[in-house]
């Protein structure tokens, strides 16, 4: 079992920055494959982010490449997603997600991840 919290939401500016994290708790968390995943209001949840357990390879959706960053920390659990050059339509719920898989196959759909946040809520004003 793996128990993911995430923080660092909140209401910016358009152009401004966020660091999301998301704490990970359980056995064996740092072999898991992490992802960032985002759902606006009245949309469906898409993938925006997804990193290898080593941390040696990354995932972007094509929306935020070049402006998000995702990175991980296992000595401490933590995965963080940093957010430049935030837009309005960057507004949504953001999950933080965990997948159980032996290699890397670039997890970008739902159904690759077992274990799954609360969200946390990032807003960007015009």
């Known amino acids: 079992q793996v128990h993911l919290v995430e923080s660092g939401g909140g209401l910016v500016q358009a152009g401004g920055s966020l660091r999301l994290s998301c704490a990970a708790s359980?056995?064996?968390?740092?072999?898991?494959?992490m992802g960032w995943f985002r759902q606006a209001a009245g949309k469906e949840r898409e993938f925006v982010a997804a990193i290898r357990s080593s941390g040696s390879s990354t995932y972007y959706a094509a929306s935020v490449s070049g402006r998000f960053t995702i990175s991980r920390d296992n000595a401490k659990n933590t995965v963080h997603l940093q957010m430049n050059s935030l837009k309005p339509e960057d507004t949504a719920v953001y999950y933080c997600a965990a997948a159980n898989m032996g290699g890397w196959n670039r997890p970008s759909a739902q159904y690759d991840y077992e274990y799954w946040g609360q969200g946390t809520q990032v807003t960007v004003s015009s």
């Open positions: 359980g056995r064996t968390s740092s072999s898991y494959v």
